[in-house]
């Protein structure tokens, strides 16, 4: 093995580490760094260099220039990624910001903008929910919102608790950035009632606002 070539990289001698629980030879690349490969990574092909291969770009290469995908125009090559992927500069005529992506990415349509119409959908739904779904400055959605995945009890609003050894229940309510807690309850059912009867009393009234708001003549 000593002396012989497989693609950019000469074998200089045996590695005393495997890889992979096989016998490994370290080689040295055209380039001129080292590295190391199994017997079977240079014979079947799977290794011809350090790496420095996946990072040249040779004559043939996919050429992205001035190509548009979407809002995206890529403007040149860019390096490469992590991963070893060529990576190409982008400029979004959406909003002009410069975003590189791999070539992978544009072709399969996974990017059409820089990210800037997800900015943008994200602020209209907070806009949304700060005027058109706030009541007296309660934003209604997060009054209907689904109970935590965390949650001792799996209903929203009602908490399991301990104290000297007894377990009791206790259901609580937020409005306006207050929180109104019942009483201590020995069952769960009992707590679940209160919280229904806070619910009534602190958040019907903005559900029923929100309604009317939202019908044609509210």
């Known amino acids: 093995m000593p002396g012989q070539k497989y693609g950019e990289l000469e074998v200089i001698g045996a590695s005393p580490e495997k890889l992979w629980n096989e016998a490994a030879y370290i080689c040295r690349c055209s380039c001129?760094?080292?590295?190391?490969?199994?017997?079977?990574?240079?014979?079947?092909?799977?290794?011809k260099s350090c790496g420095c291969l996946r990072k040249r770009t040779p004559a043939n290469a996919l050429d992205l220039t001035g190509q548009r995908f979407g809002y995206l125009e890529v403007i040149e090559r860019a390096g490469t990624n992590e991963r070893g992927q060529a990576l190409w500069l982008c400029k979004c005529h959406r909003c002009?910001?410069?975003?590189?992506?791999?070539?992978?990415?544009?072709?399969?349509?996974?990017a059409a903008t820089c990210g800037c119409s997800?900015?943008?959908?994200?602020?209209?739904?907070?806009?949304?929910?700060?005027?058109?779904?706030?009541?007296?400055?309660?934003?209604v959605p997060l009054l209907t919102k689904k109970v935590r995945s965390d949650s001792g009890t799996g209903i929203k609003g009602v908490h399991r608790r301990m104290r000297n050894g007894k377990e009791f229940f206790e259901a609580h309510i937020s409005v306006k950035g207050k929180r109104k807690w019942g009483p201590p309850r020995s069952t769960l059912?009992?707590?679940?009632?209160?919280?229904?009867?806070?619910e009534e009393q602190y958040h019907r009234p903005y559900l029923e606002k929100a309604k009317r708001k939202d019908e044609p003549n509210g």
């Open 32 to 47: 001129g760094e080292t590295t190391v490969a199994t017997k079977s990574q240079l014979q079947t092909g799977r290794k």
């Open 96 to 110: 002009g910001n410069l975003q590189p992506f791999t070539a992978t990415i544009l072709r399969i349509g996974g």
């Open 118 to 139: 997800k900015h943008d959908h994200i602020r209209a739904a907070r806009q949304a929910l700060d005027t058109k779904y706030t009541v007296d400055g309660v934003q």
């Open 189 to 198: 059912a009992e707590a679940i009632a209160d919280r229904k009867a806070f």
